[in-house]
């Protein structure tokens, strides 16, 4: 899905090559897939409140449906305030203001759950979901990094490519 990502954004984002488009594509995915979801429903530790949110349950619904929603809307308010019309500033802050829209009404109409009992320890909760927002990042930054530098070395012409230093023989 990030390639196809990608290959959609190459081009959409100002005058950036391959490398960047793919830093800015994981950025982006890990916002609206993980991030922004996350805020509304974070992450709780197994065996924390209600043994049948692992299932179908409300809480796991609602999760989904959030993400499904920051998730589509991204790049629909990207297309939406396409930068030929715009430039590339005004695009940038329409497909901003639309996320944002799009975000506050999913807050605004999803239930919120608050299953962690008061006798959990709070640093416990803290590192774990702590280490859920590492798990979600470091595949997106892998992304960003090596399909990135494939991509340039792959979509970049060999003239434009820049060259190593010339050795001076002594």
Same mark, same amino acid.
Not at 24 to 52: C, M, Q, R, S
Not at 69 to 75: H, I, K, L, T, V
Not at 77 to 89: C, D, K, T, V
Not at 110 to 122: A, Q
């Given at each position: 899905?990030?390639?196809?990502?990608?290959? &959609?954004?190459?081009?959409?984002?100002?005058?950036?090559?391959?490398?960047?488009?793919?830093?800015?594509?994981? /950025?982006?995915?890990?916002?609206?897939?993980? =991030? =922004?979801?996350?805020?509304?429903?974070?992450?709780? !530790? #197994? +065996?924390?409140?209600?043994?049948? *949110?692992?299932?179908? &349950?409300?809480?796991?619904?609602? %999760? @989904?449906? %959030?993400?499904? %929603?920051?998730?589509?809307? &991204? $790049?629909?308010?990207?297309?939406?305030?396409? #930068? $030929?019309?715009?430039?590339? @500033?005004?695009? +940038?802050?329409?497909?901003?203001?639309?996320?944002?829209?799009?975000? *506050? /009404?999913?807050?605004?109409?999803?239930?919120?759950?608050?299953? =962690?009992? $008061?006798?959990? $320890?709070?640093?416990?909760? @803290?590192?774990?979901?702590?280490?859920?927002?590492? =798990?979600?990042?470091? #595949?997106?930054?892998?992304?960003?990094?090596?399909?990135?530098?494939?991509?340039?070395?792959?979509? *970049?012409?060999?003239? &434009?490519? !820049?060259? #190593?230093?010339? *050795?001076?023989?002594?």
């Amino acid at each position: 899905m990030a390639a196809i990502a990608f290959r &959609a954004a190459l081009g959409w984002i100002g005058r950036s090559g391959p490398r960047a488009t793919a830093a800015f594509v994981a /950025l982006g995915g890990l916002i609206a897939v993980y =991030v =922004v979801p996350f805020l509304k429903h974070p992450a709780n !530790p #197994p +065996a924390v409140g209600d043994g049948d *949110t692992s299932g179908n &349950a409300p809480r796991s619904s609602s %999760c @989904w449906c %959030c993400s499904a %929603c920051c998730s589509r809307s &991204a $790049p629909s308010s990207s297309a939406a305030g396409s #930068p $030929p019309r715009l430039g590339n @500033w005004n695009a +940038a802050v329409a497909a901003g203001a639309a996320f944002l829209l799009a975000v *506050t /009404l999913a807050y605004v109409f999803l239930p919120s759950y608050n299953e =962690v009992g $008061p006798d959990f $320890p709070g640093q416990l909760l @803290w590192q774990f979901r702590l280490a859920t927002l590492a =798990v979600q990042a470091v #595949p997106r930054t892998v992304f960003g990094l090596v399909f990135g530098a494939l991509a340039e070395r792959l979509l *970049t012409p060999e003239s &434009a490519r !820049p060259r #190593p230093a010339e *050795t001076v023989a002594a």
